[in-house]
């Protein structure tokens, strides 16, 4: 049986099953990225639930895992040569389970880089402007009367929406038409676009229906199986 005693995060998290991939999240925007991947790619993994309500990324066994203390994190006892790899941010998970089992992303170099920009596009655009928006709308943000702020997040949100509306106008998936070619820059983003019109609430203020391709984009998406499941993984109590 797999050891994995050495990491300190499974004294917070025992693992059950050793010899499966470690998944630390919850299923929000980014959380979800991880999930759905690993149930795109049918690879065994044991989910563990991680409560940042309740502080749980920061205690010293979470810390040690990811020193930023953030969800998503991964501990892969069959990592990079037979050895445990410990990883966190959700771009670059999901990036390595692309790569650890030859699915969703392209091993031709050009569409590679395409279909890693993308993913660096939610990373440093998408998710940081809708989770700012998501605060000043939904959240404490109300308190400030200054609208400003909420608005600058507003206006740049939907240029986002412009440039994904854009990307989708002639195609599926934002790496290809016809149907094919569905890959983890859609993943990356599915979470933050369905989080934006639903639990933040902002569909409205940013003119969500003016962007049909994205909404259509969007709807495929959550029509997937392994979407689905992702969504609730891993289950809240």
Same mark, same amino acid.
């Given at each position: 049986?797999?050891?994995?005693? @050495?990491?300190? &995060?499974?004294?917070?998290?025992? @693992?059950?099953?050793? !010899? %499966?991939?470690?998944?630390? /999240?919850?299923?929000?925007?980014?959380?979800?990225?991880?999930?759905?991947?690993?149930?795109?790619?049918?690879? @065994?993994?044991?989910?563990?639930?991680?409560? &940042? =309500?309740?502080?749980?990324?920061?205690?010293?066994?979470?810390? /040690?895992?990811? $020193?930023?203390?953030?969800? $998503?994190?991964?501990?892969?006892?069959?990592?990079?040569?037979?050895? $445990?790899?410990?990883?966190?941010?959700?771009?670059?998970?999901?990036?390595?389970?692309? !790569?650890?089992?030859?699915? *969703?992303? /392209?091993?031709?170099?050009?569409? %590679?880089?395409?279909? &890693?920009?993308?993913?660096?596009?939610?990373?440093? #655009?998408?998710?940081?402007?809708?989770?700012?928006?998501?605060?000043?709308?939904?959240? #404490?943000?109300?308190?400030?009367? !200054?609208?400003?702020?909420?608005?600058?997040?507003? @206006?740049?949100? %939907?240029?986002?929406?412009? +440039? *994904?509306?854009?990307? *989708?106008?002639?195609?599926?998936?934002? =790496?290809?038409?016809?149907?094919? !070619?569905? /890959?983890?820059?859609?993943?990356?983003? *599915?979470?933050? +676009?369905?989080?934006? +019109?639903?639990?933040?609430?902002?569909?409205?203020?940013?003119?969500?229906?003016?962007?049909?391709? +994205?909404?259509?984009?969007?709807? %495929?998406?959550?029509?997937?199986?392994?979407?689905?499941?992702?969504?609730? &993984? $891993?289950?809240?109590?």
């Amino acid at each position: 049986m797999t050891d994995l005693s @050495a990491f300190p &995060i499974t004294r917070q998290y025992p @693992a059950q099953h050793p !010899d %499966r991939l470690q998944l630390y /999240s919850l299923n929000t925007p980014n959380g979800v990225k991880a999930s759905i991947m690993l149930e795109e790619i049918g690879l @065994a993994y044991e989910p563990h639930l991680v409560d &940042i =309500m309740q502080n749980q990324t920061w205690t010293p066994d979470y810390l /040690s895992l990811n $020193p930023n203390g953030k969800i $998503p994190a991964i501990l892969d006892p069959d990592g990079p040569g037979g050895k $445990p790899l410990a990883l966190w941010e959700s771009g670059a998970i999901l990036i390595y389970l692309a !790569d650890k089992t030859g699915k *969703l992303l /392209s091993s031709d170099p050009a569409t %590679r880089y395409e279909t &890693i920009q993308w993913v660096m596009w939610q990373m440093g #655009a998408v998710g940081p402007m809708f989770g700012q928006l998501g605060f000043f709308h939904k959240f #404490a943000g109300r308190e400030f009367e !200054d609208k400003r702020p909420r608005d600058r997040y507003v @206006a740049e949100s %939907r240029r986002l929406l412009g +440039v *994904l509306d854009g990307r *989708l106008q002639d195609r599926d998936w934002i =790496m290809g038409p016809n149907g094919g !070619d569905y /890959s983890i820059a859609d993943i990356a983003l *599915l979470g933050w +676009v369905r989080n934006l +019109v639903g639990f933040y609430e902002a569909g409205e203020i940013v003119g969500y229906a003016d962007f049909k391709a +994205v909404d259509a984009w969007l709807q %495929r998406g959550l029509a997937r199986p392994a979407v689905q499941r992702g969504l609730e &993984i $891993p289950a809240r109590g």
